[in-house]
């Protein structure tokens, strides 16, 4: 048996592509086309390709057609109205349906018929789409004109009807896909990184320029000032100040210089760089931010789905609707014409178009404008749970705190001052490979002492390092570590130092709390939501920073957790919790908590984006994006309502007025691309506002 051959739909036109169609290959990709007129318009769009192309333009081709004949089917018909004598001429009475005809039938086949093509395909689906509404519409008034053609009458004719339904409707999908390209307009300057050109370095210090999308790791590529970074990697020569925000939002540059990362397509200030390409193309932070954003997208968010059953039910009681009205007028006496526009402004006016962008505007505005701030948010479900939250768990290491250990306090004992004390310890602390030791050597740095020479230090593992210092007491032996080892009462924060066996003092080291810190927990306070601490760390190291560095309470933190005890925290706070709970942790060994949580948001987890522990990832350290969130989420969510409510009162105040009152059909279809275009506006405005609120958020995080 012969296998059924699978139907192709033009690319552009959405019309069945048949044996004499053209398919051609566009980047790699096979496209179909119907016709060369849609291989022509889809070129002049650049609809799909990677030049930039968008929906938006190849919208506006068809609407470019359907002005142009629409006018012309119009100005044929208005002859009826503007001069009678006229219109009562043989000559005209010959020549109007036919030219009328011409005109329409490529507006009605280019731009009408892809919508019945499409509600064709839902139905198959097992869905039923609005597009369903304007396709019957369109179909059923270029029907009826058509039939009273070869009926060889010469009215009534609705062709201007069929014409300018096509072309309204295509005006507001126009206004739609403009609406969501610049939702999203600010991200596609650094998505689309790809041919950006790069200078790679060849032997002999040579630079050879290629394209970003041909660098591969191993690379080594060089950046002056004002370039972008082509691809992720590390710094081998050069320093400068890197401006950051067009990936993570953060608002100062960075400094970096031999061994820091970079990023693509971040941008180096005020210095030329050379740097060793560690991941490029799809491996790329940037290419999983596109990725994530693609995701978040075209996942649809509850108030979506919502719509989508509603539309399931409305659009086959329009149906029920207009065929009643068109079975009453006739019944009524009414003429056979008039009874088919009555039913056709019913059917084209109750078409559900804001019903179905209400939600993907307003969410696709809100995602755009967290990005280009540094939040990813993975869906638009995950924006609708964030104003429901009700407690927020923070890891400290690494999250609260930077990550890293510094001197907080000094504590000489008898017969030593603080410089002599912190010098002794980086004398032998010198070369080693712990934090502590590391940040003891900074501390003296910073203070512009100078250290000791210590030939051949010895490591003691898990208990501290010891060596003959020059120049100090008889012997100078010097012991630096654990308080346990030295036999000394202190914390387990604490450094103790010994001199040829006497106590010489301690040294508190402390992680640093991060600016942004007490401002988000703050912050998160003033909305209403409670706030804890979950650590691995030190019980009163945990508690201490809740107290004096967040205004916590010591029974808000908890410390000691191991990783399952992490997890079974935040189950408990879910369980005794009356609202959603999320987990703010690090990304990296905070994953479990992170997805045990209601929502998980991962602080500066770049290179933790594939693990997709997280519902909100922030590219940067600014915890202050975190209540920015909740509040940009909350006034998305108030938007969303409004544009849903607008668009039921819209519909249904409509389709009453139409069936009760009457309506021309293409008053009718101008009445439905207006009140698209208020969920338009509406959308627009909530992308203003987010970008005012959140560039507040970042404010005082810059002044830190």
Not at 434 to 447: K, N, Q, S
Not at 670 to 692: D, N, P, T, Y
Request: a negative charge.
């Amino acid at each position: 048996m012969t296998p059924t051959p699978t139907l192709e739909f033009c690319d552009h036109c959405g019309l069945p592509v048949g044996a004499g169609g053209r398919r051609r290959e566009v980047d790699g990709e096979p496209r179909a086309f119907c016709c060369l007129g849609c291989a022509i318009a889809w070129s002049l769009a650049g609809q799909g390709g990677r030049e930039g192309g968008s929906q938006a333009a190849a919208y506006l081709v068809r609407l470019g057609l359907g002005v142009v004949l629409s006018m012309i089917v119009m100005l044929i018909q208005w002859v009826r109205y503007v001069d009678p004598s006229a219109a009562a001429d043989p000559s005209y009475e010959a020549f109007a349906p036919w030219a009328q005809l011409v005109a329409a039938t490529p507006v009605v086949v280019v731009l009408g018929l892809p919508y019945l093509f499409s509600a064709v395909r839902f139905l198959g689906a097992g869905r039923i789409g609005t597009d369903l509404l304007v396709g019957l519409g369109i179909l059923a008034a270029y029907g009826a004109s058509l039939a009273t053609m070869l009926r060889g009458e010469a009215d009534p004719l609705y062709f201007d009807t069929a014409a300018g339904l096509a072309t309204l409707v295509t005006l507001g999908r126009w206004l739609e896909a403009t609406a969501k390209e610049q939702a999203t307009e600010g991200l596609r300057s650094f998505l689309t990184g790809s041919r950006r050109p790069a200078r790679r370095l060849v032997e002999g210090g040579e630079e050879e320029d290629v394209a970003a999308s041909d660098l591969a790791p191993g690379d080594r590529v060089r950046v002056r000032p004002g370039e972008r970074i082509p691809a992720d990697g590390r710094v081998v020569e050069g320093r400068a100040l890197v401006d950051e925000a067009a990936l993570t939002g953060e608002p100062l540059p960075r400094a970096v210089g031999p061994g820091d990362l970079v990023r693509a397509p971040t941008v180096p200030t005020d210095g030329a760089l050379v740097v060793a390409v560690e991941a490029a193309n799809e491996d790329s932070l940037l290419a999983q931010v596109g990725r994530v954003l693609a995701r978040a997208r075209t996942e649809r968010a509850p108030a979506e789905r919502l719509a989508d059953r509603i539309s399931a039910v409305f659009v086959p009681a329009v149906l029920g609707v207009c065929g009643l009205v068109l079975a009453l007028d006739l019944s009524g006496g009414s003429p056979v014409g008039d009874a088919v526009l009555h039913a056709l402004s019913v059917l084209v006016v109750a078409c559900p178009c804001a019903l179905g962008i209400a939600t993907p505007l307003a969410v696709t505005a809100a995602v755009g404008r967290l990005a280009e701030r540094g939040v990813l948010v993975r869906s638009g479900a995950v924006l609708a749970d964030l104003p429901r939250l009700g407690l927020v768990a923070f890891d400290k290491t690494g999250t609260l705190t930077e990550g890293r250990p510094d001197v907080a306090a000094v504590h000489p004992g008898p017969g030593f001052d603080e410089d002599a004390l912190l010098v002794l310890a980086a004398s032998v602390e010198h070369g080693s490979e712990h934090p502590w030791g590391r940040a003891i050597v900074a501390e003296v740095e910073r203070r512009g002492l100078e250290r000791r020479p210590c030939p051949e230090p010895r490591v003691h593992p898990g208990r501290g390092i010891e060596g003959v210092v020059e120049g100090v007491g008889a012997g100078g032996r010097v012991r630096v570590g654990s308080p346990a080892w030295l036999g000394v009462e202190a914390a387990s924060s604490h450094v103790a130092v010994e001199v040829d066996g006497r106590f010489a003092g301690t040294i508190h080291m402390a992680d640093r709390l991060r600016p942004s810190a007490r401002p988000a927990v703050e912050g998160l306070l003033e909305l209403g939501l409670e706030v804890r601490i979950l650590s691995g760390d030190d019980s009163r190291a945990v508690e201490a920073v809740a107290r004096e560095g967040l205004g916590l309470s010591a029974r808000d933190a908890v410390g000691g957790l191991l990783p399952d005890e992490k997890v079974a925290r935040v189950a408990a706070l879910r369980r005794e919790a009356r609202r959603p709970v999320a987990f703010v942790g690090d990304g990296l060994n905070d994953a479990p908590a992170l997805a045990a949580a209601d929502l998980g948001i991962a602080v500066h987890s770049g290179t933790d984006l594939a693990r997709e522990t997280a519902a909100v990832s922030l590219l940067g350290d600014d915890l202050g994006r975190i209540p920015a969130l909740v509040q940009a989420a909350a006034r998305t969510r108030r938007t969303v309502v409004w544009n849903l409510l607008w668009a039921f009162g819209y519909n249904a105040v409509a389709v009453t007025w139409a069936a009760v009152f009457g309506l021309p059909p293409v008053l009718a279809a101008l009445a439905m691309v207006a009140s698209s275009l208020f969920v338009i506006l509406s959308s627009a405005r909530l992308r203003a506002v987010l970008g005012e609120d959140l560039a507040e958020a970042a404010a005082p995080a810059s002044r830190a």
